[in-house]
């Protein structure tokens, strides 16, 4: 397992585009998503240790806080054809066992995990109503093994000033986990 952090893109950068089959293969786009306050667009996958020690606290965090006015959408970029806990079917097995009620969109290509600088799983981006970044950063302190407990404080309370009308949290600690599973073509390197 590879500890790779968030790249940390310039609070403010333009959400980019994006038109990715969901796990029912209905296709879901940005512009689906134009009448949200908010949009959380979290990079994750199925196999990552650091997915998995946060995805049932993940759903709980998505049902507490998608509303008319906030929305979340999941993408899992990594190369299924070498990692095949990856696959859409996989993807589907997930869902029905996390119980996500979000979109989870498989980008096949990787283009729109390049398009927004996402390097590792989970990886937040948190956007306001005019789809300009206004947090990237960890979910909370909390990593495998540990003992700190899972409580998503830290994207809680972006996601509550977001709502509130208040200005971003000063300090956003990067997402750390396994980074993205790249086509050869497609490495960022």
Known sequence: MTLTPSNMIELGSKAPSFKLPDTTGKSVSLADFQSYKGLLVVFMCNHCPYVKH??????EFADRNMSSN????GINSNDASTYPADSPEKMVEEVKAV????????????EVAKSYGAA?????FLFDEHRLLFY????????PGSTTPVTGADLQAAVDALMEGRNP??????????NIKWKTENAPY
């Open 169 to 178: 949290p000063d300090e956003q600690k990067p997402s750390v986990g396994c």
């Open 136 to 143: 990237r950063g960890q979910f909370d302190d909390s990593r």
């Open 99 to 110: 119980g996500y009620h979000f979109p989870y969109l498989h980008d096949e290509t990787q």
């Open 70 to 73: 906030f929305a979340i959408v």
């Open 54 to 59: 946060i995805r049932h606290a993940l759903a």
């Open 120 to 124: 590792c799983t989970p990886d937040f």
